[in-house]
């Protein structure tokens, strides 16, 4: 049987040891020497715990690192080399691994789980927290400043709803009153009423955009719009500040 290595999709693995058991510093060294070199030195061990999908069996801090370097770079670190345990080869590689495992085991820096190593831990989780936190607030800033984008299309929305319910509503006289307010003079005021009456006797309108292009007056042999958009925009903001 020929050892030889695979590539699988990131998302396709998980890994049973958590993220927080590795230094936040090291994972992010390590990913960006993997997206420097295009991948792992050392393919990691893996098994499959579906048809489509993995788990670490061995080379869960090079599991993290990759998947570190695909939220840096999603493009370049999509993939990563693996060895994958099947049916044929499953005796072989477990005793590998195992063996392996021993070596980093009865390795004199490594006899156990000592204070430095809760240390470490706890920094790492200090650390995460810190990050999240970071993030959390970023994103709260983010929600407040869409929060009052809202507020303002909101009061847009309200202003011109206001202002399209004159034209849907108000008397002829009052059309008069509130055109004069906002620049026009008694005759083109008058002319604007009254058509406005007549049209919204015939349909009402729909919307401010519809009074501006149902309410035309005459200009020489020509029947042009009373109001312009740009006029009826700054009519709007004219209104909505009263």
């Known amino acids: 049987m020929k050892l030889s290595t695979s590539l699988v999709a990131i998302k396709k693995i998980t890994s049973t040891v958590p ?15 993997i997206l420097e070199a295009a991948g792992v030195i050392n393919p990691i061990v893996i098994r499959r715990s579906s048809i489509n999908s993995f788990e670490v069996v061995d ?4 599991y993290h690192a990759a998947a570190r370097a695909r939220e840096i770079e999603p493009h370049k670190g999509e993939m990563i080399g693996v060895f994958i345990i099947e049916s044929e080869n499953e005796e072989i590689l477990t005793k590998q691994v195992e063996l392996f495992r021993q070596q980093k085991t009865d390795s004199p820096d490594k006899t156990s789980f000592s204070l430095k190593d809760m240390e470490q831990f706890l920094i790492n989780l200090e650390s995460r927290f810190e990050k999240i936190t970071k993030q959390l607030l970023e994103q709260g800033t983010v929600n407040a400043k869409l929060e009052n ?8 929305m309200a202003d011109k709803t206001e202002a399209i319910e004159v034209f849907k509503t108000l008397s002829q006289v009052k059309i008069v009153s509130k055109l004069q307010n906002s620049g026009f003079n008694q005759k083109k005021a008058s002319q604007i009423a009254e058509i406005v009456e007549i049209e919204r006797n015939k349909e009402q309108f729909k919307s401010l955009n519809d009074v501006v292009e149902r309410i035309k007056i005459p200009h020489g042999k020509k029947m042009i719009k009373a109001i312009s958009p740009e006029k009826m925009l700054e009519i709007v903001d004219q209104w909505s500040e009263k």
């Open 19 to 33: 993220r927080s058991s590795f230094a936040d510093d090291d994972l992010e060294k390590a990913a960006n020497l």
């Open 59 to 62: 080379g869960h801090f090079e």
């Open 149 to 156: 984008e809202v507020k303002e299309l909101k009061k847009q």
